[in-house]
C-alpha cells in the first residue's frame, strides 16, 4: 500500500484524536497521484474529499482502512501510528504541513530514522502557504 500521513513540523498527528489541519489541495494532489487506483480512508475524511472533484468509486471508506489497502492502493491514514501494519507499507508519502500545531500523537520517529526520501516537492495549498509531500521507499 501506498500510506499517507499528514504530520506537524513536530511530527504530530492527531490532537485529542482528531486532525490537525486540513487542506483541499493535498487532497487533489492525492487523487491525481492515485491515478484511479482505490484510495481508502475513514468515513469523516472521505467527507473532505467531496469537495474535490474525482471519480466517487475511486474513495473508499472503511473504520479501519489501513487493514483494507492492497498492494498498489492508497490510503489516507489520520489514526493511531500503532494501527499501521509497516510490512504492508510499499511507500510512505509525508505530508508536512510546516507549522507546529498542538498534539498528542506523534508519528514514530524509528521509522523514518536514516531514511532519505526518495522525492520531495514544495506546493502552496489553499490553506497553507507551503505544504510539503516527502515519498520514502519502504
Given at each position: 500500500?501506498?500510506?499517507?500521513?499528514?504530520?506537524?513540523?513536530?511530527?504530530?498527528?492527531?490532537?485529542?484524536?482528531?486532525?490537525?489541519?486540513?487542506?483541499?489541495?493535498?487532497?487533489?494532489?492525492?487523487?491525481?497521484?492515485?491515478?484511479?487506483?482505490?484510495?481508502?480512508?475513514?468515513?469523516?475524511?472521505?467527507?473532505?474529499?467531496?469537495?474535490?472533484?474525482?471519480?466517487?468509486?475511486?474513495?473508499?471508506?472503511?473504520?479501519?482502512?489501513?487493514?483494507?489497502?492492497?498492494?498498489?492502493?492508497?490510503?489516507?491514514?489520520?489514526?493511531?501510528?500503532?494501527?499501521?501494519?509497516?510490512?504492508?507499507?510499499?511507500?510512505?508519502?509525508v505530508?508536512?504541513?510546516?507549522?507546529?500545531?498542538?498534539?498528542d500523537?506523534?508519528?514514530?520517529?524509528?521509522?523514518?530514522?536514516?531514511?532519505?526520501?526518495?522525492?520531495?516537492?514544495?506546493?502552496?495549498?489553499?490553506?497553507?502557504?507551503?505544504?510539503?509531500?516527502?515519498?520514502?521507499?519502504?
Amino acid at each position: 500500500m501506498n500510506l499517507v500521513v499528514c504530520l506537524d513540523k513536530n511530527g504530530g498527528m492527531l490532537f485529542n484524536k482528531r486532525r490537525q489541519s486540513r487542506d483541499s489541495a493535498v487532497y487533489e494532489k492525492l487523487l491525481t497521484l492515485a491515478q484511479g487506483a482505490p484510495v481508502w480512508m475513514t468515513a469523516s475524511a472521505a467527507a473532505l474529499f467531496a469537495a474535490v472533484q474525482h471519480n466517487p468509486a475511486d474513495v473508499r471508506t472503511d473504520e479501519a482502512p489501513v487493514t483494507k489497502a492492497g498492494r498498489g492502493e492508497w490510503c489516507f491514514f489520520e489514526g493511531h501510528p500503532s494501527l499501521i501494519p509497516w510490512e504492508n507499507v510499499e511507500q510512505l508519502h509525508v505530508v508536512l504541513w510546516n507549522r507546529a500545531y498542538p498534539s498528542d500523537t506523534r508519528f514514530p520517529d524509528d521509522e523514518l530514522q536514516g531514511k532519505k526520501p526518495v522525492s520531495k516537492e514544495n506546493f502552496p495549498g489553499t490553506s497553507h502557504d507551503k505544504i510539503t509531500w516527502e515519498v520514502y521507499a519502504l
